[in-house]
């Protein structure tokens, strides 16, 4: 696609339930990254992929969080038992390959609300 | 562990001022990034540089490595350009994290 796409665009969720974020990136990009941006807070670093491989989950915050992705293309952020302190804004960048000094493509996010 | 650190939090300006945003980390870095974030959370790269200066329109970028600092410039701006301006850090090697600054919030009124 021209861009990076993520689903659904706003989530509403009851407290205790499962969600999952989808990221689409942009086509021919190895290196797809997971960011959490909460209330008044900056982005925080969740994962990052380099194809279907994750090297780095380190800033995943409990072990109710999981992502994988498939196919070297589209990944899934799941949250288990999601809590209020979930709600968030989740971001989804992709770039061309891995590595922090290249230009990373940003999607427009999915802002996720647990009532 | 790397800090970065954004001045000013906020910033309100009248429609043609020059406005700079600044940047400073406390660790040597591999790549400094500039994004810029809509109302509604969409973010976009503005610049990516290692050293010296980059200019986009009327955005104009820089880094001086010794001081690990970076400024973000806005000549002649306009009330579209009211959004939040975030710059990131990269430290290199194989963590490929961004650290993030805080961010600074832009208005430009007509």
């Known amino acids: 696609g021209a861009g990076v796409s993520q689903s659904p665009s706003n989530k509403v969720t009851e407290k205790g339930k499962d969600v999952e974020l989808r990221c689409d990136p942009i086509s021919g990009h190895t290196a797809l990254y997971w960011y959490r941006q909460s209330l008044g807070q900056g982005l925080e670093f969740l994962i990052y992929f380099q194809g279907n491989s994750a090297p780095d989950k380190s800033g995943l915050p409990s072990d109710r969080f999981s992502a994988e992705r498939t196919g070297g293309s589209v990944s899934t952020l799941t949250i288990q038992r999601t809590q209020q302190e979930d709600s968030a804004v989740y971001l989804c960048?992709?770039?061309?390959?891995?590595?922090?000094?290249?230009?990373?493509?940003f999607g427009q996010g999915t802002r996720l609300t647990v009532v | 562990k790397n800090e970065v650190e954004q001045s000013p939090q906020n910033l309100t300006a009248q429609e043609g001022e020059f406005i700079t945003i600044n940047c400073s980390y406390s660790?040597?870095?591999?790549?400094l990034h500039w994004l810029q974030q809509h109302p509604g959370g969409g973010i976009v790269s503005l610049f990516m540089?290692?050293?010296g200066k980059k200019k986009h329109g009327r955005l104009i970028a820089t880094i001086n490595i010794q001081e690990k600092h970076s400024s973000l410039h806005i000549t002649a701006s306009h009330p579209r350009d009211s959004a939040v301006y975030i710059c990131a850090s990269y430290s290199g090697g194989s963590n490929y994290k961004l650290t993030f600054g805080k961010g600074t919030l832009l208005t430009v009124n007509p």
């Open positions: 660790v040597g870095i591999s790549a």
């Open positions: 540089l290692s050293s």
């Open positions: 960048a992709s770039s061309l390959v891995k590595g922090g000094d290249t230009e990373a493509f």
